[in-house]
């Protein structure tokens, strides 16, 4: 799994660096070569397997998933980003003049690609104890006293289902071919890239945070009370964003571009309606919440890693135990 890792981070730096290999002098068709590799094989294709190989990783390091089943998880990841990955960012080609089949095809892998990671967010869950593990099963105890990194593993959890919403549903969504002629561009893009973005590497990003903060700020109500309201509120003012104002707004452009056409449905008089402005500002509230209760608890956990930096934190002798052993 450690190599796994490697390899993952190591596909990063050198796809997204496929977009240094063009000039300001460069043919377009140059420059629109790379960046279909640094924009779709990058952020679609090796962020996807990154993505579920960090959160496998962290899941056994914390104990919470099998080192076996992560593994084979990663494994199915890698399968399907093998057969269908280059064939998933086929759904991009629709003015290209590519045939419905290949943007077909490429809707279907594309989608698929969240199933291991949805299905990996799930094994942490029943682990969890939050829907409750098998009889006879060993499960982790969760408490904050003997287990420092609940908020961790519940943003590495979010990572899953804005996955399977953000990138799956809402990627979907948008891929089809005859759903392509009438949404590409529209709000509907937009929902499906705020969701995919922040639901997954941005929570990704925090879950990280959360994981070092443990080692750094006391464990105390202070800590508790800023993890847990930054989890919920990140995670409720994206789902506000989604649900009031991007997907709704995506909706009446869907409809207007079927009864007046696409090109009327992308007008700025068509954002200039009453209703449109109305969900627009509907959407205050939901970053309100975001940014409030979410960003702040995070700034005041930096602060406080900044003071207590050369805090050291002692191992409880119960929980001096090799994660891949416990994870097993």
């Not at 450690?2 to 377009?28: E, N, R, T």
């Not at 990996?120 to 287990?147: I, Q, Y």
Request: with cysteine; proline share 5%.
């Amino acid at each position: 799994m450690p190599w796994l890792f490697f390899y993952a981070s190591l596909s990063i730096p050198i796809f997204y660096g496929v977009g240094m290999l063009f000039g300001p002098k460069s043919h377009f068709a140059v420059i629109d070569f790379w960046r279909f590799w640094v924009v779709h094989l990058w952020v679609e294709d090796f962020l996807e397997i990154f993505t579920t190989v960090t959160v496998a990783y962290m899941f056994v390091l914390v104990g919470m998933v099998p080192e076996r089943t992560a593994t084979r998880l990663i494994y199915l990841e890698i399968i399907l980003y093998s057969i269908g990955g280059v064939v998933g960012s086929m759904h991009h080609l629709y003015f290209s003049g590519a045939p419905a089949v290949h943007m077909a095809l490429g809707a279907f892998f594309s989608a698929m690609e969240v199933v291991p990671l949805v299905l990996l967010t799930f094994e942490a869950w029943r682990f969890m104890r939050l829907g409750g593990a098998k009889p006879g099963e060993t499960v982790l105890d969760t408490s904050n006293e003997r287990f420092p990194h609940k908020w961790a593993v519940m943003f590495l959890a979010a990572v899953g289902f804005w996955n399977f919403i953000g990138a799956g549903i809402f990627g979907f969504l948008i891929n089809l071919p005859v759903v392509s002629y009438w949404e590409i561009g529209t709000q509907f893009t937009a929902n499906h890239g705020h969701a995919a973005m922040m639901g997954v590497y941005g929570m990704l990003a925090i879950g990280f945070f959360v994981f070092v903060a443990a080692y750094f700020v006391p464990r105390d109500a202070r800590t508790e009370r800023a993890m847990k309201w930054s989890f919920w509120s990140l995670n409720g003012g994206l789902a506000w964003m989604v649900c009031v104002n991007l997907f709704p707004i995506g909706g009446l452009q869907f409809y207007d571009a079927l009864v007046n056409g696409y090109w009327h449905a992308r007008r700025p008089e068509f954002f200039a309606q009453r209703t449109i402005r109305t969900l627009e500002w509907l959407r205050l509230p939901g970053d309100v919440v975001f940014i409030v209760g979410g960003i702040l608890p995070l700034v005041y956990l930096a602060v406080r890693m900044v003071a207590n930096r050369n805090r050291q934190e002692t191992v409880p002798a119960h929980a001096a135990v090799d994660p891949l052993t416990r994870a097993r």
